[in-house]
């Protein structure tokens, strides 16, 4: 194996742990891949991937600040536009809600949507904000687009949706 690919088998092992649940060595392992890739002058698209899944580690382990902070440390390298872009929005809304900041998880679903607007999952999340925000019409414009989307072909993820306007139907005592 070449030096220019040992940092990708670190953060395979890195996804492996984090996987498995060991969150301590995944951090170690991709903490590794990211120190080598960054020496190596590996392209961003590598050091995006390593910064996601680090920010992945430390949202499960429930470090959501520091999660938020590996998720836009991150977005500095992403390609504007791109779908890795989305995927790291999304997982910034999630620490950011986790967080308790509404205003900055529902601004980072909405840049996310913007460049995924048939995800479903996007429009899910953003309904879920807004209806913690007692935003109605718009949690339920959200959640209702989401359940038109996954629709009868994602019936785990319909009911999903469905429980949550339940919630928002039951929050209005409609």
Do not use: C
Not at 30 to 35: G, Q
Not at 114 to 135: N, T
């Amino acid at each position: 194996m070449s030096t220019g690919d040992y940092w990708e088998q670190r953060y395979q092992t890195g996804e492996r742990l984090l996987s498995e649940g060991k969150l301590d060595e995944a951090h170690r392992e991709l903490a590794t891949a990211l120190a080598d890739a960054e020496s190596g002058g590996r392209g961003p698209a590598g050091i995006v991937t390593i910064l996601d899944a680090l920010g992945r580690t430390e949202h499960q382990a429930g470090r959501y600040r520091a999660a938020a902070g590996y998720f836009e440390r991150s977005l500095k390298f992403a390609a504007k536009g791109s779908y890795a872009e989305a995927v790291v929005r999304s997982n910034a809304g999630q620490a950011y809600l986790a967080l308790g900041n509404k205003v900055r998880a529902e601004a980072s679903f909405r840049a996310a949507r913007e460049i995924l607007p048939q995800s479903a999952y996007l429009w899910h999340l953003m309904g879920q904000v807004l209806l913690q925000e007692k935003r109605f019409a718009e949690a339920e414009n959200a959640l209702q687009n989401a359940l038109h989307i996954w629709g009868e072909s994602d019936p785990s993820h319909s009911a999903w949706a469905l429980n949550d306007l339940a919630i928002l139907y039951q929050a209005q005592k409609r």
